[in-house]
């Protein structure tokens, strides 16, 4: 098993963050080198993904791991939900939001490529 702490940092190549549109939902393109990627088995490939994943999902990105040639090796994609409308109560006094119920996971995918190879199985 690859220790996560000494290698993680020197996998990632470089990352880029786009801005949502109207065309698509805001992302995270990390880039990775395809010698240490090879390295990993298929649970510390998913393991890696995860992780990044979860935290780009956290602040509503997507997240595409791509190689040096800009190959898609990875990706965690969520399904975009818009926030709910907060209902406004009322009384004599003030107008306070109600609290949303915005508890549910969102629904997530994570993809690993079959076709890159692996060195380590």
Same mark, same amino acid.
């Given at each position: 098993?690859?220790?996560?702490?000494?290698?993680?940092?020197?996998?990632?190549l470089d990352w880029r963050a786009y801005a949502g549109n109207s065309q698509g939902? /805001?992302?995270i393109n990390v880039i990775v080198r395809p010698d240490l990627w090879s390295r990993y088995t298929y649970y510390e490939r998913y393991a890696f993904v995860r992780k990044f994943g979860n935290d780009?999902?956290?602040?509503?990105?997507?997240?595409?791991?791509?190689?040096?040639q800009d190959f898609l090796v990875a990706a965690y994609t969520c399904q975009?939900?818009?926030?709910?409308?907060?209902?406004?109560?009322?009384?004599q006094t003030s107008v306070s939001p109600e609290?949303?119920?915005?508890?549910?996971?969102?629904?997530?995918?994570?993809?690993?490529? /079959?076709?890159? /190879?692996?060195?380590?199985?």
């Open positions: 098993m690859v220790d996560r702490s000494t290698i993680w940092p020197k996998l990632v939902d /805001p992302q780009a999902q956290s602040f509503g990105y997507q997240l595409l791991i791509l190689d040096s975009s939900i818009p926030p709910s409308p907060t209902k406004i109560l009322q009384d609290p949303s119920a915005q508890s549910q996971p969102v629904p997530c995918r994570l993809w690993l490529s /079959p076709n890159y /190879p692996t060195l380590a199985f």
